[in-house]
T-cell receptor, first 112, second 115 residues
């Protein structure tokens, strides 16, 4: 059973657009929700992360929105650039188990 | 130093070969991980080492054998692999569970091809 469901599978936006990637989870014991960015041939890199006591977190052009009651969280990329074209993974973990459950990934293409 | 270094970057091996993947970090992290990633899929956890002790084995076949010689090094020994084991093998390190972990730092991976 997939612990974290991610959508869409792929996304194409124009430069300057605001792509939104959504994730949903079932396990209310999860208490840490990171987003990773992965370029081809590279390992995933941590972008931004949130804990469930906060509804929104912003770091530069990246924003996480978190809805605890709906068990959903999303990544917004403001003023997207072609260099943001990558695969994005959401994840969730129970901190004490130190195990991350990844979403299936979203391939983002930002057109010039 | 905020990197996780993996060697080699690419590896081609036959099904009867024995090879090893190496991972190194100098961030003082006491938890280290091996992940396997197939094309267009998320990383799948294989092993977790916490304070140099194996704490999680995700039912990985015995042809994969992890080793943590010290707090900075993690090895993955490979023997009698199958072509379906071809994948990107990622190492990661992180803070100790329960200390407010903020996420992993991943290496760039070893691209393994089994022929």
């Amino acid at each position: 059973q997939q612990q974290v469901k991610q959508s869409p599978q792929s996304l194409i936006v124009q430069k300057g657009g605001i792509p939104i990637i959504n994730c949903a989870y079932e396990n209310t014991a999860f208490d840490y929700f990171p987003w990773y960015q992965q370029f081809p041939g590279k390992g995933p890199a941590l972008l931004i992360a949130i804990r469930p006591d906060v509804s929104e977190k912003k770091e530069g052009r990246f924003t996480i929105s978190f809805n605890k009651s709906a068990k959903q969280f999303s990544l917004h990329i403001m003023d997207s650039q072609p260099g943001d074209s990558a695969t994005y993974f959401c994840a969730a973990s129970k901190d004490n188990f130190n195990k991350f459950y990844f979403g299936s990934g979203t391939k983002l293409n930002v057109k010039p | 130093d905020t990197e996780v270094t993996q060697t080699p970057k690419h590896l081609v091996m036959g099904m009867t070969n024995k090879k090893s993947l190496k991972c190194e970090q100098h961030m003082g992290h006491r938890a280290m991980y091996w992940y396997k990633q197939k094309a267009k899929k998320p990383p799948e956890l294989m092993f977790v080492y916490s304070y140099e002790k194996l704490s999680i084995n995700e039912s990985v076949p015995s042809r994969f054998s992890p080793e943590c010689p010290n707090s900075s090094l993690l090895n993955l020994h490979l023997h009698a692999l199958q072509p379906e084991d071809s994948a990107l093998y990622l190492c990661a390190s992180g803070t100790q569970p329960g200390t407010g972990s903020f996420g992993y730092t991943f290496g760039s991976g070893t691209r393994l091809t089994v022929v």
